[in-house]
């Protein structure tokens, strides 16, 4: 017998709903029951009710339900700006830590989301499809690991028993997951009511709308926006925008990774959308040329998303208009947005005299201290803030040490893997939860830190990942060294022997073994103090113990990091 009963199940679903918070169910089985539990649900809702189908479903089986859109996981940031009112994922279709991450903001005030599993008790058994995302061709036969997985599995206990903020209902249970099901739907569908929304701004939002205002009356200026998911970020960009267009001769335009993340933006202005502009961002960095005067009159650009964006590109935009905001989540566009904060907003307060950074806390979306928010930010370590140091610490740089990380260690250690992490997402612009997954999963990877202290109080300054690469020099090989020197074929990984190969046209270049530097991350407050390259001497000396022949690294040019590496020679 189990020990959740059907009325504790309902009443879940319903006390969710009730305080306007998400509820997150896994549902473990077999794949059929799991999707026919599913389908059977979606057709009790209500026409009105917004569903989404994250996976491989055959049509037939769902085209009679209303308003469900059925998105492949490889078009995930399709959903990114949407408001949805049940979502299901499947994981047969693949369990991507970057769509977790990104779903989770994408559902509303009582939504529901449902994600199906494969028997919970042997979950990291499961060959899951998305594994394959992080496959690199190697000379010798590997399985991935499935750390992941298990920490998903630890998550999934945790916070369904001891904190009774999510639910994990299996088919081999004694409940009638089916009709509690049903019963919810006829809850919902008789409770939910869809009301014209009216846009009123809380007092953060006010502040973004005051913001734009005062940008529109300089002559050169820097708004900078970031926030949690749910906090109206974009809603108030578009309240701001509104107050402007009808009050002076401004020309406003807005850029995102796609027009359909930024729906809710065209949403609010309502018939006053025609008067604002969306160019994708390579059109942004175009128009400049092919109509200047548009520049030289009163234009304000809206970067929504920024941290999705390369950091050049950024830049280059700097120099071109003289009125941008930059807008970005903090958490959840695929981890992006810490390293945005860090690495690049900083440099946005010397573009001009007038600059404003403003953050959005409160959820508007739903209710504080939502449950789905808590267990999806503890899993992918999307909460993780700076370590603190004492002040002694810092002067204390003679006492370093470096130590190899094995994967099991990260696993077994929350604290040791929340602190590599928190590492490399404050020194990295573009570190997401699949980088965790990779972290955790990838056999070919190799991990060290750098600490001072000891114990408890141990501290990490440093942090190293390396890659293996190449050692293709076996006679069933050939094939694929020559399709590289003809450009034929790359396969994922080998990123710089397959470079080398295809350029020298040399395949020794793949045929040797070697190290590359996937990350190299210190902590801001002992850079300059010989940090990373006590970390590369203990890579080069582990480069020698396994006879590889070189040590390789490829990065995004700045002077600070290309000054590093040069000091490396």
């Not at 390396?466 to 450009?487: M, P, V």
Request: aromatic share 10%.
């Amino acid at each position: 017998m189990t020990n959740i009963s059907e009325t504790y199940i309902f009443e879940f679903l319903k006390n969710k709903f009730d305080s306007n918070h998400r509820a997150v169910v896994f549902l473990s089985g077999t794949q059929s029951w799991a999707h026919s539990i599913s389908i059977n649900f979606l057709s009790s809702l209500s026409q009105s009710s917004q569903k989404c189908w994250i996976g491989k479903i055959e049509g037939d089986k769902v085209n009679e339900i209303s308003n469900l859109q059925i998105i492949d996981i490889y078009k995930k940031k399709k959903i990114i700006g949407t408001d949805i009112d049940f979502m299901i994922i499947d994981s047969w279709s693949g369990l991507s830590p970057n769509l977790l991450g990104l779903a989770s903001g994408t559902l509303k005030g009582g939504a529901l989301l449902i994600v199906l599993l494969p028997g919970i008790e042997s979950l990291e058994n499961f060959k899951d499809p998305n594994l394959m995302d992080f496959k690199s061709k190697r000379p010798y036969q590997y399985e991935m690991n499935n750390n992941f997985l298990k920490r998903l599995k630890s998550k999934i206990h945790f916070f369904s028993k001891n904190k009774k903020e999510i639910l994990l209902l299996k088919q081999k249970e004694d409940v009638n997951v089916r009709d509690i099901l049903n019963q919810y739907a006829y809850f919902y569908n008789a409770n939910k009511h869809y009301e014209d929304i009216e846009f009123i701004p809380n007092s953060e939002q006010s502040k973004v709308v005051e913001a734009i205002i005062d940008l529109n009356k300089v002559n050169k200026g820097i708004v900078c926006i970031d926030a949690d998911r749910g906090r109206g970020k974009t809603v108030s960009l578009a309240l701001g925008a509104l107050e402007i267009i009808n009050e002076t001769e401004v020309n406003i335009i807005i850029t995102a990774p796609e027009k359909a993340n930024i729906k809710n933006f065209f949403d609010v202005l309502g018939f006053d959308a025609q008067k604002i502009q969306f160019y994708p961002i390579d059109k942004v960095t175009t128009l400049y040329t092919e109509n200047e005067y548009l520049y030289l009159k009163n234009t304000i650009l809206i970067i929504d998303e920024a941290a999705s964006f390369p950091i050049s590109i950024l830049q280059k935009i700097t120099k071109i208009f003289n009125k941008i905001i930059f807008s970005t989540t903090v958490e959840g566009y695929e981890g992006s947005g810490r390293g945005f904060i860090i690495n690049f907003k900083k440099r946005l307060a010397d573009v001009g005299p007038f600059y404003k950074s403003i953050t959005l806390n409160t959820p508007v979306r739903w209710a504080d201290h939502d449950p789905m928010e808590f267990f999806f930010k503890d899993l992918l370590l999307m909460n993780n803030e700076c370590i603190k140091i004492k002040e002694h610490s810092i002067s204390n740089i003679n006492h370093l040490k470096i130590r190899s990380i094995q994967q099991s260690d990260l696993l077994l250690n929350e604290l040791l893997l929340n602190k590599i992490y928190s590492l490399l997402v404050s020194s990295h612009y573009q570190t997401r939860p699949d980088d965790l997954r990779m972290i955790l999963d990838a056999p070919y990877l190799r991990l060290w830190i750098a600490t001072l202290g000891e114990g408890s109080d141990e501290i990490i300054i440093g942090v190293l990942l390396a890659s293996e690469e190449g050692g293709f020099d076996s006679l069933n090989d050939h094939l694929y060294i020559e399709s590289i020197i003809k450009n034929k074929r790359r396969q994922r990984g080998n990123l710089l022997s397959q470079l080398m190969t295809n350029v020298s046209g040399n395949g020794a270049w793949s045929k040797i073994s070697s190290l590359r530097v996937m990350r190299i991350s210190v902590d801001e407050r002992f850079r300059k103090k010989g940090v990373g390259t006590n970390l590369l001497q203990h890579l080069e000396k582990y480069t020698i113990k396994m006879k590889s022949s070189y040590i390789s690294v490829s990065f995004g040019f700045s002077s600070d990091v290309y000054n590093f590496w040069i000091k490396q020679k």
